[in-house]
């Protein structure tokens, strides 16, 4: 054993430092090459770009083609995410000896993640899975019935998996299951919360989902570029190779891009229309005054170079400047938080099926943050609080039946006819 500085390390015969293995501590040498910037000189830094690089690439076009889909398989692969999700953390607290002593334990879990997942979007999609067999009678009532015991039959599916867990109650073991049960409810609650908004989303039309989405992105490579080639000042030590530069540069980027994103998704039906039911069809509609192009002057200090004196925008740009704004300075600290989540777990990342970039959850963090966000900001901002006829037609397709429709619809037509006699 060799002292240094009040500290040993071990030196074997072959002259190489051993250090524990899963240790975080950063060896001397580097230490002092690098002074307080430990990523200047690391030569894997370029490999591990490379790998992060491929992954993003296949990411984003895996993505694209989602969304060119439409909203149906954009909730699919929310679902998909989901379950990538709740496998990563689920496996978090998992202990294999004491899982081999409670067998078929681990199933309760998923009891519990697709009755969670049956409650919420049995919510967020009955009125528009009414609307998509509304022409049908037998299927009309069928749905109507599902719709109508969908609270309860959920809320039994959750107290057999709760007299599940009651009766698998092993002596000795009482800790680690009411834990993992513990558990399991939390992750419900986090995974569910967030997905629960980002579906609301995409079927008030793409554009709230992909735009938010897409500045999260935008602002989580800009970071991590404008970091490796600048960044010199950590920002967080929860995070240690955040740095300063990467953030600020990483927010300029992310507000000018939601700008002009916002001025391309809006020009496309495809993006902005709400898709009332389950069909995959072209959408067509009014796209509404935040869609409608109109002409802004610019501000007379700008320089006389400048080419332009007036510019076509939309309405809803003014909106995604707000977005980019929390998008850059509020959501990465959904990321602060899975980093701080992730050493009092003294893990790397949640996961390993994204290369070079760790697990889904790993790139879900600042995703579930923005996705409540837009729906609160559109909820609050963006869609009128007044009641409309879509909103009264709504209710009469959820809440009547088919006999009680029909002679609401006879009521209602005999009022307008009286009405139009006595006017005349």
């Known amino acids: 054993m060799i002292k240094e500085n009040g500290s040993s390390v071990q030196v074997t015969h072959t002259g190489r430092i051993r250090r524990r293995k899963g240790s975080n501590e950063v060896p001397a040498d580097v230490g002092q090459a690098n002074g307080n910037h430990l990523l200047v000189n690391d030569q894997n830094?370029?490999?591990?770009?490379?790998?992060?690089?491929?992954?993003?690439?296949w990411?984003?076009?895996g993505f694209i083609f989602v969304v060119y889909m439409g909203h149906l398989y954009i909730w699919a692969m929310?679902?998909?995410i989901q379950i990538f999700m709740a496998k990563e953390?689920?496996?978090?607290?998992?202990?294999?000896?004491?899982?081999?002593?409670?067998?078929?334990?681990?199933?309760?879990?998923?009891?519990?993640?697709?009755t969670a997942m049956l409650f919420v979007y049995g919510r967020i999609l009955s009125q528009r899975l009414v609307n998509t067999v509304t022409t049908d009678k037998f299927l009309y009532k069928i749905v109507g019935n599902l719709i109508k015991y969908h609270m309860v039959t959920c809320y039994f599916l959750y107290i057999a998996g709760f007299v599940w867990f009651i009766l698998s109650l092993k002596k000795k073991m009482y800790k680690?299951?009411?834990?993992?049960?513990?558990?399991?409810?939390m992750i419900l609650i986090v995974v569910f919360t967030q997905s629960s908004f980002t579906v609301a989303n995409i079927f008030e039309g793409i554009f709230w989902f992909l735009l938010p989405a897409s500045l999260i992105v935008i602002n989580d490579i800009a970071a991590y570029i404008v970091g490796f080639f600048f960044g010199k000042t950590p920002l967080i030590k929860l995070s240690p190779k955040k740095t300063w530069e990467g953030?600020?540069?990483?927010?300029?980027?992310?507000?000018?891009?939601?700008?002009?994103?916002?001025?391309?998704f809006g020009r496309f039906q495809w993006f902005t229309c709400p898709r009332k039911d389950l069909s995959t069809g072209w959408l067509q509609c009014d796209p509404g005054p935040l869609f409608t192009p109109e002409n802004f002057t610019l501000p007379g200090?700008?320089?006389?170079?400048f080419p332009w004196t007036e510019m076509e925008v939309l309405p809803v740009q003014w909106h995604a400047l707000g977005l980019g704004l929390f998008a850059s300075?509020?959501?990465?600290?959904?990321?602060?938080?899975?980093?701080?989540?992730?050493?009092?777990?003294?893990?790397?990342d949640f996961g390993d099926s994204i290369p070079g970039h760790g697990g889904m959850t790993d790139r879900m963090d600042c995703q579930m943050v923005m996705a409540v966000f837009a729906y609160i900001y559109h909820q609050s901002f963006i869609v009128a609080q007044s009641v409309s006829v879509g909103m009264i037609f709504d209710q009469i397709v959820m809440n009547l039946s088919y006999e009680e429709q029909r002679a609401l619809y006879t009521n209602l037509g005999q009022i307008i006819q009286d009405r139009q006699f006595g006017e005349s």
């Open 176 to 185: 680690y299951q009411f834990g993992q049960y513990a558990w399991t409810h």
């Open 78 to 80: 929310v679902v998909i």
């Open 247 to 264: 953030f600020i540069g990483a927010s300029v980027t992310t507000i000018i891009s939601a700008f002009m994103l916002a001025n391309f």
């Open 329 to 348: 300075i509020i959501a990465p600290f959904g990321g602060f938080f899975a980093s701080g989540f992730k050493r009092a777990f003294k893990i790397k």
């Open 59 to 61: 990411m984003i076009g």
């Open 45 to 57: 830094k370029y490999k591990s770009m490379l790998i992060r690089a491929y992954s993003s690439i």
């Open 89 to 114: 953390l689920f496996g978090l607290l998992r202990k294999a000896n004491e899982d081999k002593q409670l067998p078929g334990f681990r199933h309760l879990n998923w009891h519990f993640f697709f």
């Open 301 to 305: 200090w700008l320089p006389e170079w």
